[in-house]
């Protein structure tokens, strides 16, 4: 996909009415399977840190640990267009600090832009990358760097003064230079009014089928547990069970001394 996908690929498959496909990766080989199954967008997303690295929550990751992950991503899917999630308070503290870490996607990891949480204070921020020229990705709704004041990971916009205000915030990232807006947890006939609203593509969540396209968790997508599944996701593997009893046959084969046998064995 390297130099066919760009930021103005999405903006016209929004205008063709072609759905956008999008999935968070975190290693070389998923990248690759990724890439070759024809999605277009591999986000490396800072959930990572609960998914794969065993956090409570996403706050936990580091700059660093998300830069490495990007950099594996990236050589696991060389013309894939990669999109590195921004860690909480990455980017937060100041434009100097916001837009030097973004640069560093770009620079160091290979990514082809970057993702961040965007409330309103976020549009200062979002106009200088882009006229740094680093693409933004957007994301309003359900903010999971905000779950500690928010109390919880909850469903955004069920009022209407709240659904004004994520619209309001929706048209001033587009106006601020975003290629493309994730919508996260909010009510279906809301995602739908605000990708209708947009230019750019808006990228859904749980945020229903009207939006532009989607993106889900790897690791739900895969089954990678049996416990809980968010309500937006779908299952499409269960590869807790697969993995499970691949483990379990290997330990049994080896304590019976059936492994290795003389196919696996040096002369």
Partial sequence: MAGKINVGTFRKMKERGEKIVMITAYDAPTAALAAAAGIEILLVGDSMANTVLGYENTLPLTLEQSLHHCAAVRRGAPEAFIVGDM??????ASLEQGVLNAARYLKEAGCNAVKIESGPNSIPLVERMVDCGIPVMGHIGLMPHRVLVSGGYKIAGRSEAEAAELLKNAKALEAAGIFSLVLEGMPTQLGANVSKALAVPAIGIGAGLECDGQVQVVTDLLGM???????????????????????????????????????????
Avoid: T
């Avoid at 807790?240 to 483990?247: Q, T, Y």
């Fill in 87 to 92: 860690p909480f308070m990455s980017y937060e």
């Fill in 225 to 267: 547990s049996d416990g809980f599944l968010p309500k937006h996701a779908k299952r499409y593997a269960l590869l807790h069970s697969v993995i499970g009893e691949a483990f379990r046959q290997y330990v049994a084969d080896v304590k019976n001394g059936e492994f290795p046998g003389p196919e696996n064995s040096f002369s």
